[in-house]
């Protein structure tokens, strides 16, 4: 059975092989991690298809290609493999032999392959015998390599909070930002009390300076957010919302609440819960553009914007939104954000989505004018939530109230609906959020 090169996304159109789990020769079960691929939103985790033994292995480790690639090739009992089928070499880390090439053609040498064989045989300088490190370097991502040769680490040295403890890109940037003797050669410890003479009192933060290259990750999800504003005419609309209702629920039920689910009950899936409603009245909104047509989907799949810190964000997409209670869709966006940063998505996980949310809140922004996520058609912000003076009418007239104020923007394709369609949804989305009665959904 051929294993291929997954669709991670609908505008995903490669992806690269970041690390191979296994050897061409080893016997494999179902959903046993076969490798790692890297595209331009996540770093994820392939399972293997079937059981049986992995007979060849076509894509090594750093290579580029299109969804769809033949990686590897799982043998079952009793199957023979494909007169094409080409010896692999033992070691999926290492290149095969290299191609011939005429006496007068040059050889190039690339940068990369030079960074990597000098973290290959990267040793600790000191005169000590170098304890033995918890995971070798054949194991670590190319990016990892390329990271840990340019800031000369100690691999071993490095916590890792990947599968199997296996170090990531982010524990290498955040073993750089907190270590400041983290970039040079592993010395020799100093005294308890040399230390604590030499350490201030109150240090003050170091700024960080340099050039940081773009990653690989980085340049695709940069350039996915240039197609995205050359390709849709970005229109942005905001509405100020009253979250007193929903703050009611929350108070009342936040203790039993984390007691039953291990997290906090926030603001976000009563937003999705609203804007759900919503779409079944606004088809257009939920939907993509197809060359000189406009898609309707047939279903709410809610794409979640999840930050993952240095590493970027993805949008994992939660399947038929529209037919989940509060309690239900919370718990999806806690299973997204947890299985997102710790790098256990599956490739339908990104697939699919009509809508997005992206919650900037948490970190209090006032408003935010979200780039659409192609091919949808528009994107929701949600801010922060204050508590602000507003006028309440009432029969006797009006008067000074507190209340939970948040503010929801939504960027919507000129080329799907007008101003005006935008609108009406986002008065739609306010007057559920205000109106409805939250208790009686949970």
């Not at 290259?213 to 100020?240: C, G, W, Y």
């Not at 689910?261 to 606004?282: D, K, M, N, Q």
């Not at 006032?366 to 922060?384: E, K, M, R, Y």
Request: proline share 7%; aromatic share 4%.
């Amino acid at each position: 059975m051929n294993v291929l090169m997954p669709q991670l996304g609908e505008t995903v159109a490669e992806g690269t092989v970041s690390i191979w789990h296994k050897n061409v020769g080893d016997n494999v079960a179902v959903d046993e991690i076969l490798l790692d691929v890297e595209t331009d939103k996540v770093s994820m985790e392939i399972p293997a298809p079937r059981a049986g033994v992995l007979a060849e292995i076509k894509v090594q480790a750093g290579e580029t290609v299109d969804v769809g690639t033949v990686l590897a090739i799982i043998q079952g009992e009793g199957e023979e493999l494909p007169a094409s089928s080409a010896p692999q070499s033992a070691n999926p880390g290492v290149p095969s032999e290299a191609p011939h090439r005429d006496a007068d053609e040059p050889t190039v040498i690339e940068p990369t392959a030079i960074t990597e064989i000098a973290v290959a045989h990267y040793e600790p300088t000191s005169g000590t015998p170098a304890a033995a490190p918890r995971q070798s370097n054949s194991k670590l991502s190319p990016s990892v390599r390329r990271l840990v040769a340019e800031h000369k680490l100690d691999i071993a040295a490095i916590e890792g909070s990947g599968r199997n403890g296996r170090v990531t890109r982010r524990d290498v940037l955040a073993f750089v930002a907190n270590g400041p003797s983290a970039a040079s050669a592993p010395t020799a410890p100093a005294s308890a009390s040399t230390a604590k003479q030499q350490a201030p009192a109150s240090p003050a933060p170091e700024l960080t300076t340099g050039r940081i290259p773009f990653n690989r990750i980085r340049k695709l999800t940069a350039d996915h957010m240039v197609m995205s504003k050359a390709t849709s005419p970005h229109v942005l609309q905001a509405v100020e919302v009253n979250f007193a209702g929903v703050e009611r629920v929350r108070k009342a039920v936040r203790e039993s609440w984390k007691t039953e689910h291990g997290f906090s009950l926030t603001y976000l899936p009563f937003i999705a819960h609203a804007v759900c409603r919503a779409l079944a009245e606004f088809p257009h909104a939920n939907a993509s553009v197809d060359n000189d047509s406009l898609v309707l989907h047939d279903h709410v799949n809610l794409a979640i914007a999840i930050d993952l810190g240095a590493d970027g964000l993805m949008a994992p997409v939660i399947k038929a939104a529209e037919t989940m209670s509060i309690t239900e869709l919370a718990q999806a966006v806690q299973d997204l954000a947890k299985r997102a940063r710790s790098q256990k998505l599956k490739p339908d996980d990104l697939a699919g989505g009509t809508y997005t949310l992206s919650n900037s809140g948490s970190f209090g922004t006032l408003i935010t004018a979200p780039i659409i996520n192609q091919p949808q058609v528009a994107i929701l912000s949600t801010d922060g939530v204050r508590k602000k003076p507003v006028v309440i009418e009432g029969p006797d007239g009006d008067s000074i109230g507190i209340r939970p104020i948040g503010i929801l923007a939504q960027s919507f394709d000129h080329r799907a609906f007008d101003g005006a369609y935008s609108a009406a949804f986002l008065a739609r989305v306010r007057g559920l959020i205000e109106t409805n009665n939250w208790f009686r959904e949970l």
